[in-house]
């Protein structure tokens, strides 16, 4: 693929896609660019991964084709107005925002800005995660299925409408985590019962 990716914000979810992207070799890690509020975080995620870190947001939209946004919720719009003056006119924004609609998405971005919303859940952590996709009227049909394979990478990705959303946060975003914890607790209490760890 010969687009750059961006990511802003790139915690635990965006370590996954990440990985899923390079791992797939979908993407080379020369042509992905990071930042996080914390450069001490962003180095690690630059060694980790072999990929460019940028001490500005603005720096990593001025570089990108396609950007993922990876912050807290109630910092989505304002990173959106600070990077919006260095994007591209075609440049995809993705974000993974839980509660961040695409209509508050496009209201921080210059007009017919190109938005997605991504909902993975955690096992894209370990490349099979189930991601529900939503795009704005603006994506392309050839966008929409990059967008798509892109999520591919790291588990399985549908498209899904917007009203859907907080339902798939339910059932597929949050499911899992409990899940996992319920996992957790029966072999914590069988490990309390005397059976060893491994």
Known sequence: MNKKIGFIGCGNMGKAILNGLISGKIISP????VHNHSPASTDRVAQEFGVHGETQAQ?????????FIGVKPYA??????????????????????????????????PSSAKVVRLMPNTPALVNAGMTSVTVNAYLTDEETELVMSLCRSFGRAELVPE???????????????YVFMFIEAMADAAVAGGMPRK
Do not use: N, W
């Open 30 to 33: 020369d042509t992905v660019f």
């Open 76 to 109: 989505v719009p304002g990173v959106l107005r600070d990077i919006s003056p260095c994007l591209k006119a075609d440049t995809l924004i993705v974000s993974m925002a839980a509660g961040v609609t695409l209509e508050a998405l496009e209201a921080a971005l």
């Open 59 to 67: 720096r990593v939209a001025e570089q990108s084709d396609i950007i």
């Open 163 to 177: 009203s859907l959303i907080d339902a798939v946060i339910g059932v597929s975003g949050s499911a899992p985590a």
